[in-house]
């Protein structure tokens, strides 16, 4: 079945050094992919998003890149802060207006 | 800024009884949405709706499940008899442009539904 996944459940970095999420999807139909993080208590917040005719896209302090050749997608983010702490999610968009959420990453940053 | 509203925050009923979930899309905004997350568990789409009616709806989405536009404002998702499996965080989005799926979708901030 198509599904959207996380490699790793958890990750703890110490407040400053770069973070990095890792996500598989495993439809090569997907064209549109969005990470959201997702604080305790709150609703998904968009984050980045990537086009699949694009390998990589900056934000400020997050950039996003995409491997369509082994259909992963990854989030980095520099300097991280403790504010980051959050639960990190991609999403694929791959039929119609359906998004398809992978598990979440639960990403803490150790002061 | 302007965001997505739900209420309540969260909802207890018994087994069997309907509930409804009530949203405040962002006002210029022309697509809705409603997702649902069980606890520990991915975010996933229910429905998405426009111009008055649904656009796409997954298998979750069954005869139980309706959605309604009664105002200019409020978007709700109603459910006709909840079972113990509709407990979960519902989620509602929208999103500003008419026809682009992939317009920025602001989710609010959610309804815990118990169902006893």
């Known amino acids: 079945g198509e599904s959207v996944g996380l490699h790793l459940p958890t990750l703890s970095v110490q407040e400053g050094d770069n973070s990095i999420i890792n996500c598989a999807y495993s439809n090569s139909a997907s064209d549109y992919f969005i990470w959201y993080k997702q604080e305790s208590g709150k609703g998904p917040q968009f984050i980045i998003d990537?086009?699949?005719?694009?390998d990589k896209r900056q934000g400020q302090r997050v950039t996003v890149l995409l491997n369509k050749t082994v259909k992963h997608l990854s989030l980095q983010i520099a300097a991280t802060q403790p504010g980051d702490s959050a639960v990190y999610f991609c999403?694929?968009?791959?039929?119609?207006?359906?998004?398809?959420f992978g598990t979440g990453t639960s990403l803490t940053v150790i002061p | 800024e302007p965001e997505v509203t739900q209420t309540p925050s969260h909802q207890v009923t018994q087994m069997g009884q309907e509930v409804i979930l009530r949203c405040v899309p962002i006002s210029n905004h022309l697509y809705f949405y409603w997702y649902r997350q069980i606890l520990g568990q991915k975010v996933e789409f229910l429905v998405s709706f426009y111009n008055n009616e649904i656009s796409e709806k997954s298998e979750i989405f069954d005869d139980q499940f309706s959605v309604e536009r009664p105002d200019g404002s409020n978007f709700t998702l109603k459910i006709r008899s909840t079972k113990l499996e509709d407990s979960a965080m519902y989620f509602c989005?929208?999103?500003?442009?008419?026809?682009?799926?992939?317009?920025?979708?602001?989710f609010g901030p959610g309804t815990r539904l118990t169902v006893l």
């Open positions: 999403a694929e968009l791959h039929t119609g207006n359906q998004f398809y």
């Open positions: 990537i086009r699949s005719n694009m």
């Open positions: 989005a929208s999103s500003e442009l008419a026809g682009s799926s992939t317009d920025t979708q602001y």
